[in-house]
């Protein structure tokens, strides 16, 4: 089940802890993959980790011009790209009140843009193969909405709606565009938390634990195989029943 | 008929699947030989690759019909 063997995945963010473990997912499915991010350093260590069938495509997702030039990089590197996933994004927090508007835009231009723009530049040769996969890394608190992360919620939200659209649009294609929305993820950030901090969000998920960026890519696998062809216009939620939506 | 023509039937024919008869001069993509918006999408994608020019998405709304395309192509080329 599963096997990715001749797909070429290019996953944005994959110096992140969710978008490593989603790039060596897909790998060792058989894909090659295409990693990008805005260091190079941890991308190539990655790299080399992986060994053959792996690439590096860095990219500033807050540079129009750079994120422009990444599917086109990427399909240089691998001859195509048969899997998009769009797992980079920021977060620049604040509360309503108290946030500005480059808070607001910056967070727009790289997590719902930048995901945009990314997926119209892999379209055309999806369309021409009649196959592609698109999944598109959200968040649960695009669906219920977090104090001090407005423009983070809207960004997220903003891309399951772009995802939905561009779902009908294609689904004649054999590309399908999905969403998979983790909840709280242990991971560097994560890390960064209280005890008390912890106890508290533990209280809200009825797993009693966050989960880890091997749950989050093993989701994004599903998404991305053969078998999940008539799965289009879904979120995936992998929070541990945090929010049952 | 022209090369050009040629050309563009073949893409036309393969593209939609239609028979090469259907596609004359005044047959619209959309009302005679079945396409979709989005197959009209990829099939000025496809002039654009076979042709090797730009087709901007003004002028390619306003090719609705094989003949059309071919005139457009014809000036664009």
């Known amino acids: 089940m599963f096997d990715l063997a001749g797909k070429r995945a290019l996953v944005t963010g994959a110096s992140g802890g969710i978008g490593g473990e989603i790039a060596k997912a897909l790998h060792a499915a058989g894909a090659e993959v295409a990693l990008s991010g805005t260091r190079e350093a941890p991308l190539r260590a990655l790299a080399d980790e992986l060994g053959a069938r792996a690439h590096v495509c860095t990219a500033n997702l807050s540079d129009p011009d750079s994120v422009e030039a990444l599917p086109k990089a990427a399909a240089e590197a691998m001859g195509g790209v048969d899997i998009l996933v769009n797992n980079a994004g920021i977060t620049r927090d604040n509360l309503f009140m108290r946030m500005s508007d480059d808070e607001w835009q910056s967070v727009l231009d790289v997590n719902l843009t930048a995901s945009f723009r990314l997926m119209r530049g892999v379209l055309r040769g999806m369309m021409k193969a009649r196959w592609g996969r698109i999944v598109n890394i959200t968040s649960v608190v695009g669906a219920v909405g977090n104090p001090g992360q407005g423009n983070y919620a809207a960004s997220k939200a903003g891309v399951v709606g772009m995802s939905k659209s561009l779902a009908y649009e294609v689904a004649t294609r054999g590309i399908t565009v999905n969403c998979v929305a983790p909840g709280f993820i242990a991971t560097a950030m994560t890390e960064k938390l209280t005890d008390d901090q912890k106890t508290g969000i533990l209280t809200q998920i009825p797993a009693n634990r966050m989960g880890s960026p091997e749950e989050i890519a093993a989701a994004v696998l599903y998404l991305s195989s053969p078998e999940a062809g008539y799965v289009t216009g879904a979120v995936l939620h992998v929070n541990g029943g945090m929010a049952m939506v | ?77």
């Open chain 2, 1 to 77: 008929m022209s090369e050009i023509a040629d050309r563009v039937k073949k893409i036309v024919v393969e593209h939609l699947g239609v028979e090469e008869d259907k596609v004359t001069e005044t047959a619209s993509f959309i009302d005679d030989l079945g396409a979709d918006s989005l197959d009209t999408v990829e099939l000025v994608m496809a002039f654009e690759e076979e042709f090797g020019i730009e087709i901007p998405d003004d002028a390619a709304e306003t090719i609705q019909t094989f003949g059309d395309a071919v005139k457009f192509i014809t000036e664009a080329s």
